[in-house]
Nanobody
């Protein structure tokens, strides 16, 4: 079994930055991609960004493009989400997830492609 644990959430003022971490543990696992999603109260889970394991290519949701960056440290089995220029509308629970098999650029944006999920970390941006 694979466990994903997010950390780094908290309260930040608008315009500030946070870096989230997602540590993977458990059996040896090489997912096709590691992604980040977020969910605000009363809203559907939203795609934030994902990184393909083999190429390192990254893809982002339109609402965060240019402000958020996904990166990784393979030695630590950790994926990061650097969030800059935060806005109050970025307030949500942020989830890390892993997809085990190929997904298209469109498919990798959907939560149904991801088999493993962390429990989430709360990010609150005050105005």
């Amino acid at each position: 079994q694979v466990q994903l644990v997010e950390s780094g959430g908290g309260l930040v003022q608008a315009g500030g930055s946070l870096r989230l971490s997602c540590a993977a543990s458990g059996r040896t696992y090489s997912p096709y991609a590691m992604g980040w999603f977020r969910q605000a109260p009363g809203k559907e889970r939203e795609f934030v960004g994902t990184m393909l394991r083999s190429s390192g290519n990254t893809y982002y949701g339109d609402s965060v493009k240019g402000r958020f960056t996904v990166s990784r440290d393979n030695a630590k089995n950790t994926v990061y989400l650097q969030m800059n220029s935060l806005k109050p509308e970025d307030t949500a629970v942020y989830y890390c997830a892993a997809v085990p098999r190929y997904c298209s650029l469109l498919g990798c944006r959907g939560p149904s492609a991801y088999d493993y999920w962390g429990l989430g970390t709360q990010v609150t941006v005050s105005s």
